[in-house]
């Protein structure tokens, strides 16, 4: 199962000269938890606007908590290591899962083949869409049960009674 149903289509992303007090306001304004920091400089290394780091709220917090302070000037790319880890829009849901538990990480950008940001992968959305599954197998499951006492109680009805 390809990820492409399961990512989020609506991920906010910034320039990686954007300021930290920049990107936690879009964060509130968007009712996001995370902004995705595009490289937008055109270097031999890089695709222009492909991911470089991801700064979550928590990300802001923690560097807050560290020092008592956070200069709101911080430009995000401070927080971007410049080797976010990526899925391709063709990658399986399970082995993305795996890549990401493997790493720790709770989100995946998804990159189409020209490199380009298409979508974000959230454990968070994962566990809702499979947890509805789940239900939907384990109704499978209750439905069976409730179908096979229905028919065993109908067959009961209709055998004929023997008193000898």
């Known amino acids: 199962m390809s990820i492409e149903k399961f990512m989020r289509k609506d991920f906010v992303t910034v320039p990686m ?3 930290v007090l920049e990107a936690s306001r879009l964060m509130l304004d968007r009712h996001v938890g995370d902004v995705i920091i595009l490289d937008e400089d055109m270097d031999f290394n ?3 606007g492909s991911p470089i780091g991801i700064l979550t709220d928590r990300d802001i917090v923690l560097a807050f908590a ?3 302070r956070l200069d709101p000037d911080c430009k995000v790319s401070t927080f971007a290591n ?4 990526t899925a391709s829009i063709q990658d399986g849901l399970a082995d993305t ?3 990401m538990g493997r790493s720790g990480i709770r989100r995946i950008p998804v990159l189409n083949a020209n490199k380009k940001i298409v979508g974000v992968l959230y454990t968070d ?3 809702e869409l499979l947890g509805d599954e789940l239900n939907s197998l384990a109704s499978i499951m209750k439905n069976a049960m409730k179908r096979e006492k ?4 109908l067959e009961d009805t ?3 009674y023997s008193y000898l």
């Not at 410049?82 to 880890?85: A, E, H, I, T």
């Not at 229905?150 to 109680?153: F, I, M, R, Y």
């Open 97 to 99: 899962i795996k890549k």
């Open 125 to 127: 959305d994962c566990l």
């Open 150 to 153: 229905l028919q065993q109680h």
């Open 66 to 68: 560290k020092s008592g």
């Open 158 to 160: 209709e055998a004929p």
């Open 46 to 48: 890089s695709v222009p």
């Open 17 to 19: 000269d954007t300021t």
């Open 82 to 85: 410049g080797s976010v880890m």
